[in-house]
C-alpha cells in the first residue's frame, strides 16, 4: 500500500528516492514506532524528506494520500479561551466595517489636534475619542483601516503613526542557520582574491620552483584567497518584523559567516535620514544617512531586509514615519540608495503569496525595480545572481 504514497509524494515534487522508501519499509518491519498515525507520520518525514524545505509539501501530500483516515495531527486540544476573546473583540460586521472612514494623511493628524485639545478623560470603546477597544482612528486595541497608536500594543497592524517610546532589540549574530543550504544559497555571491600576507602553501608553485632547482625544496608561499565582495545590509527592525526575527537572525548570521567584508545598520519600516547599530542606543547613537551613502564605494552590494509592510504614508509622505517627522520621504532616501549603490536587492521575510495583499509591498517593489526576493532558497539564489551580475 505504500507503493502508491511514494508516488504520491513524487507527484507532490518531493526529491524521494527508492533508497529511503526502502529505509522506512526496514524501519516498519522492525516495529520502531507504534501503530499509530502519528508515530507514522514523524518515521516516514524523517526517512523520506532530506530538506526541511519541503515539509510543507509532505504536509500536504501525506494529508490527500490519507484522506478518510485518522489524521496526522491531533486536533482534540481545545482552542485557548483567550486567543478566541481577543478574536470576538475584533470582529466587525461589514455593515461597521463599511461605515469606519479613512481621514487620508493630513486630515487624521489635524483631527488629532483637536482631540487633544477636548478630550479630558479616559474613554474605552466608541468611535470618536483617543481610547481602547473601539473604531476610533486614535488608540490601541480597536479596528480601524488606518489610525495613530497611541500607548498599548499593536494588534491589526493599520497604523500609520505610533506614539510611544518603543525599544528594539538586536539580531543576533552568532545563532546558527536553521538549514544549510540558506547558507549555500548566499555563498553564489562570493567572489575570492589573493589578499594580505604569505601565509599560505603554494603547492603547484612549489613543486615547479623545486624541479627547477635540481630537486633541492624550494618552499614558495602565496597570500590566502579571501572574498574581496563588499556588502552592505540595511535591516528593518520592530514592529511587523517581530514576527520574522528567527529567519532574519538566521540570516544575519549567516551573513556575518560568508561576507568578511560586511557593515550592517538598522533602520524601522522605512529607510529616513538617520539609521543605528545598536537598537538599545538608537537614540543618543544615530549615524546620518548622507554619511552612510558617501562612506561606501558604488561597488559595494545593497541589500535590504524588511518585510515592507506599513502605511504607504510613511514611504510617500514627509512626515510619514510612525516615529518622528521625516522631512523628506522614505522613496526619496530609497532612490538616492539604488542610485548609489547600483547593485542592490531587497529580501522580504513575508511569505510571497500575501505580497499582493500589501499596498507598501507594491510601492517598496516598483521602487526597487522589483527586486524584491522572498528568504527562502529559491528566492536566495535568485538575489545573488542579480547582486553577481
Known amino acids: 500500500m505504500l507503493i502508491d504514497f511514494f508516488f504520491t509524494l513524487k507527484d507532490a515534487k518531493i526529491p524521494v528516492s527508492i533508497k529511503e522508501f526502502l529505509t522506512l519499509l526496514e524501519a516498519m518491519q522492525q516495529n520502531v514506532i507504534t501503530q499509530s498515525m502519528d508515530d507514522f507520520y514523524y518515521l ?17 501530500a501525506f494529508a490527500q494520500y490519507f484522506k478518510g483516515i485518522n489524521g496526522a495531527f491531533e486536533t482534540s486540544s481545545a482552542i485557548p479561551l483567550d486567543w478566541l476573546v481577543k478574536r470576538m473583540e475584533r470582529e466587525l460586521s461589514d455593515e461597521q466595517k463599511a461605515a469606519l472612514e479613512k481621514f487620508g494623511y493630513d486630515k487624521l493628524m489635524d483631527r488629532l489636534q483637536e482631540l487633544l485639545k477636548e478630550q479630558k478623560e479616559r474613554h474605552e470603546g466608541g468611535s470618536k475619542w483617543i481610547g481602547t477597544g473601539g473604531t476610533s482612528p486614535f488608540g490601541n486595541g480597536g479596528t ?24 528594539y532589540k538586536d539580531y543576533d549574530t552568532e545563532r546558527e ?106 537614540n543618543a547613537e544615530r549615524f546620518p544617512t548622507w554619511d552612510v551613502l558617501r562612506k561606501y564605494k558604488p561597488d559595494t552590494k545593497l541589500i535590504f531586509v524588511g518585510d515592507a509592510t506599513m502605511s504607504p ?55 526597487m525595480n522589483d527586486r524584491m526576493f522572498p528568504i527562502t532558497l529559491d528566492g536566495l539564489e535568485r538575489a545573488m545572481r542579480v547582486l553577481s551580475k
Not at 516516514?44 to 500536504?60: G, I, Q
Open 44 to 60: 516516514s518525514r524523517l526517512t523520506l524528506v532530506k530538506d526541511e524545505a519541503h515539509y510543507d509539501k509532505f504536509d500536504r
Open 144 to 167: 480601524n483601516p488606518e489610525g495613530v497608536r497611541i500607548g498599548g500594543k499593536g494588534g491589526n497592524r493599520t497604523a500609520v503613526k505610533v506614539w510611544e517610546q518603543r525599544s
Open 177 to 282: 542557520l536553521g538549514t544549510r543550504n540558506i547558507k549555500v544559497a548566499l555563498r553564489r555571491l562570493r567572489r575570492f582574491a589573493r589578499e594580505g600576507a604569505e601565509e599560505e602553501l603554494a603547492l603547484d608553485q612549489t613543486i615547479r620552483a623545486t624541479a627547477n632547482n635540481a630537486g633541492y625544496l624550494d618552499i614558495r608561499m602565496q597570500a590566502e584567497r579571501r572574498n574581496n565582495v563588499k556588502v552592505l545590509m540595511l535591516f528593518d527592525v520592530g514592529g511587523t518584523m517581530d514576527d520574522h526575527i528567527e529567519r532574519t537572525e538566521e540570516l544575519f548570521s549567516a551573513s556575518k559567516s560568508e561576507f568578511k567584508n560586511m557593515e550592517f545598520y538598522y533602520f524601522h519600516n522605512c529607510v529616513y535620514d538617520y539609521l543605528w547599530k545598536n537598537n538599545r542606543r538608537r
Open 313 to 367: 504614508y510613511e514611504i510617500l509622505q514627509p512626515g510619514g514615519s510612525v516615529e518622528y517627522n521625516n522631512e523628506e520621504a522614505g522613496a526619496e532616501w530609497l532612490a538616492r540608495f539604488t542610485h548609489a549603490f547600483p547593485k542592490f536587492a531587497w529580501l522580504n521575510p513575508e511569505p510571497e503569496g500575501l505580497w499582493q495583499y500589501r499596498q507598501s509591498i507594491g510601492v517598496i517593489r516598483q521602487l
